[in-house]
């Protein structure tokens, strides 16, 4: 499993048309780690939610999306990257069923059970970057 690893793809996510873009990559990469049906299930579900918070909360933004590697383990590893207004009480906005729109509440919170890697970085006013990594199993 080693060799040269591939150059990140970077995708723009700026209409519902980017969502849409986002999870077909998300499902190239998965397949191309041989996730199961059910994890390639999990990881586009995740990239969905958080391609959509990117585009409706953040104004819009980035997925850079990259297959990685660590101790002989494959998996994918998700960026999304805005510049909106932040998050200003990031441990509300992960408590289930909590919104800040219409929505029912499972993005972040949801998301994060998904994966088995999740990180926010957010500070108001400046955006918001959440990094999520599936291992194959």
Do not use: Y
Not at 72 to 84: E, Q, T
Not at 86 to 109: F, N, Q, R, V, Y
């Amino acid at each position: 499993m080693s060799g040269p690893s591939r150059t990140p793809e970077v995708l723009e996510i700026t209409s519902t048309a980017g969502v849409v873009q986002a999870r077909q990559l998300v499902r190239g990469l998965a397949q191309e780690c041989r996730f199961s049906l059910v994890e390639q299930t999990k990881l586009i579900t995740a990239a969905s939610e958080l391609a959509r918070n990117t585009l409706v909360h953040g104004g819009g933004g980035t997925l850079t999306a990259s297959v990685v590697e660590k101790t002989g383990r494959r998996g994918v590893r998700l960026v999304f990257a805005d510049r909106g207004p932040g998050i200003a009480d990031l441990e509300l906005a992960l408590t289930d069923g909590w919104t800040s729109g219409g929505g029912m509440g499972l993005g972040l919170s949801g998301s994060k059970r998904l994966v088995d890697d999740f990180v926010v970085d957010t500070a108001v006013g400046e955006g918001t970057t959440v990094t999520v990594t599936k291992w194959a199993r």
